[in-house]
């Protein structure tokens, strides 16, 4: 079959210049660290969601890295209709054939053969011991292999953003001219900066848009330096129409560029990006929900997007701004990401008026000289025990009711 008939469902969706790719790679590096391994039932739970969510591409594991992990892949990828399938392979046969029996289950449209090899010089003296031209001809053979299987072959170049551009631009010309369809530049370590992502994105379209109009740039983004998800828009402006990630961020070391991040700011800053996404944002907290279950972990209280302050209010400025006009301190509305609303806490930050409506709506209407006396009561036991709920309300008014009211309840 000749390259222009492959009907895959990545050709399909790039068919549109400005859609960008959402690739999630929970299940694959973000399994792969420390602390986030999951069960084949926790991968199948959490692919439904990923599905739920929209990703485009769900990478499912990397088949040769054991027996268990193909199975998962071919289970993964038989019970879920949808996204493309990904499973990721070394650069060679062994492990490209691994690749193509554990994404049996999926249709042929939506099977994704990810093949790597690092290009950069540490990675090629250190572990690799190739020269630039085994690295060449190790490309060549094992995408032209994988394409020979495939109608969607991803080729990444492994530790890329310490790789010669010159180089890198050779190497990703070679996996192009052997058929790979995307073009992953990875930064491997997180070490780019967003400026030099955006260029080395545009430097690398340059040069190999005019032998290959169709070809997909994907940006696949670490975050050593806490810079992933901006690493990840700067790609996009340099051209870049795939971002991989992973739910809440997870992957080796520091993770890779979390996804509930990327998919809002595209979605919020659209006007900026200027790119369309096929994601339902309302499924990202159920995604980072479940994520956190399957693997029993946490994430931080003011973790963007997902954490539990990220749509919270202590602050009486903030509280009475957002009763006002919920703009003013939000930026996204927490139903788009799958919160119910806004959370008003109440603390020794919050303003009189915040204590007041939280009164009213349990029962009790305060006004002047009362509500001054529960509000001073709401401030000692806030410096005292922090957040203040529901419980610890009623009782500072019931504490702090005058003495006949006390009398007349005793006597009624
Ligand atoms: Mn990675």
Same mark, same amino acid.
């Given at each position: 079959m000749s390259r222009v008939d492959r009907v895959s469902r990545t050709a399909e969706i790039a068919a549109d210049p400005n859609r960008v790719i959402i690739f999630d790679t929970t299940l694959r590096d973000g399994e792969q660290a420390p602390g986030f391994s999951m069960s084949a039932e926790a991968k199948l739970k959490m692919a439904h969601v990923l599905r739920d969510l929209g990703v485009?591409?769900? @990478?499912?594991?990397?088949?040769?890295?054991s027996p268990g992990d193909e199975e998962c892949i071919r289970r993964v990828c038989g019970e879920i209709e949808g996204p493309v399938f990904a499973s990721l392979s070394r650069a060679n046969e062994k492990d490209i054939d691994a690749s193509f029996r554990a994404l049996a289950p999926a249709p042929k449209s939506h099977r994704r053969c990810h093949v790597f090899l690092a290009t950069s010089p540490i990675h090629r003296s250190a572990? #690799?011991?190739?020269s630039t031209n085994e690295v060449l001809a190790t490309i060549s053979r094992t995408v032209e292999y994988a394409a020979s299987l495939f109608d969607d072959v991803e080729f990444s170049a492994e530790d890329a953003f310490r790789t010669e551009p010159e180089f890198l631009a050779e190497a990703l010309m070679a996996a192009a001219d052997a058929g790979a369809q995307t073009l992953n530049v990875p930064d491997t370590v997180g070490y780019a900066t967003p400026e030099e992502s955006r260029q080395r994105f545009a430097y690398l379209d340059g040069i190999i848009r005019p032998r290959h109009a169709d070809i997909i740039f994907s940006s696949h983004a670490h975050n050593d330096l806490g810079l992933a998800v901006a690493n990840s828009l700067a790609a996009v402006e340099g051209g870049a129409r795939q971002i991989e990630g992973a739910i809440n961020g997870i992957? @080796?070391?520091?993770?890779?560029? /979390?996804v509930e991040e990327v998919i809002m700011a595209l979605r919020t800053r659209a006007d900026r990006y200027g790119v369309t996404i096929g /994601? @339902? /944002?309302?499924?990202l907290v159920r995604a980072s929900e479940t994520l956190r279950e399957v693997t029993e972990t946490v994430i931080a209280?003011?973790?963007?997007?997902?954490? #539990?302050?990220?749509?919270?209010h202590e602050a009486g400025i903030h509280q009475h701004g957002m009763m006002a006009d919920s703009r003013t301190y939000e930026i996204m509305r927490p139903e788009d990401v799958g919160f119910e609303g806004s959370y008003f806490v109440l603390g020794k930050h919050s303003g009189r008026h915040a204590v007041g409506k939280r009164a009213e709506a349990l029962g009790h209407a305060l006004e002047g000289q009362r509500l001054a006396e529960v509000f001073a009561g709401f401030k000692r036991r806030a410096d005292e025990i922090g957040e203040i709920n529901d419980a610890e309300l009623t009782a500072i008014i019931a504490a702090t009711a005058p003495q006949q009211d006390k009398t007349y309840a005793a006597a009624g």
């Open positions: 485009d591409v769900i @990478e499912a594991g990397f088949a040769a890295a572990k #690799l011991r190739m992957g @080796e070391r520091a993770g890779n560029a /979390s /994601s @339902e /944002s309302r499924h209280r003011n973790k963007a997007i997902v954490g #539990l302050n990220a749509f919270a």
